[in-house]
């Protein structure tokens, strides 16, 4: 007598009998590229399900969702409901992973069936989530020609450039006041100021990416001195 189990993505027997007996198994796929975007710092991963022998993985197992640099780096398991299994029957599933760390990010989802795991599917697109801007700058004198700047911290913020323009000239966002560092704080003497010139300022927060590049927030409001 000859006893078959079998499941979608792998089959077993036991042969109680003389002969011998085989079973078609179903390997489990790669997963589908997923798609992204991104709301504040809520990332939606869609995941477009694949099906093995018929079925659709969503119901029968699931996907796990993975997050990773953009530039590349190790994988972590992202927070939200991407941090659990993504199941279901519609034929694309979702998953959202709120409050995500600032910088840039890909994901990836592969599908999980009983004990068995596809291969990873390809990363996302990028997706980008800088740090909030600064808000409450304030502009003013200081002696010898100075001109000193607070402001309040952006969230997300690891770094601020400083970036300013005369009355009649235009802010020139390539090259900061504070050069190529960012300034670590929340304040900042602009010491190149020329005494008796009416300067406007701005600041912009920045994160350092996943390349060692910048990334920057919109601008603060503006302020202004002399």
Do not use: H
């Amino acid at each position: 007598a000859c006893m078959i189990f079998a499941q979608l993505s792998g089959a077993w027997w036991s042969n109680s009998g003389g002969g011998s007996t085989t079973a078609a198994t179903a390997t489990v796929p790669a997963g589908n590229t997923p798609t992204v975007s991104l709301a504040g710092t809520t990332v939606t991963v869609n995941i477009s399900q694949i099906s093995v022998a018929g079925q659709l993985v969503g119901v029968l197992g699931g996907y796990t969702v993975k997050r990773y640099p953009a530039n590349g780096g190790a994988a972590v398991t992202p927070g939200g409901t991407c941090g659990t299994s993504v199941t279901g029957a519609a034929a694309a599933l979702s998953c959202t992973e709120t409050s995500t760390p600032r910088g840039d990010w890909r994901y990836t989802a592969s599908p999980t069936l009983f004990q068995w795991t596809g291969a990873e599917s390809p990363t996302s697109a990028t997706v980008t989530i800088a740090p909030d801007p600064a808000s409450g700058l304030a502009a003013t004198a200081a002696p010898a020609g100075a001109i000193n700047l607070g402001w309040t911290a952006g969230a997300g913020a690891t770094g601020y450039n400083v970036y300013r323009r005369t009355t009649a000239g235009a802010y020139d966002f390539t090259t900061p006041v504070n050069g190529a560092t960012p300034v670590s704080g929340t304040a900042y003497s602009d010491t190149t100021a020329v005494s008796g010139t009416a300067y406007n300022y701005v600041i912009r927060s920045t994160v350092i990416g996943s390349a060692g590049q910048q990334i920057a927030s919109g601008n603060s409001n503006e302020s202004a001195a002399v």
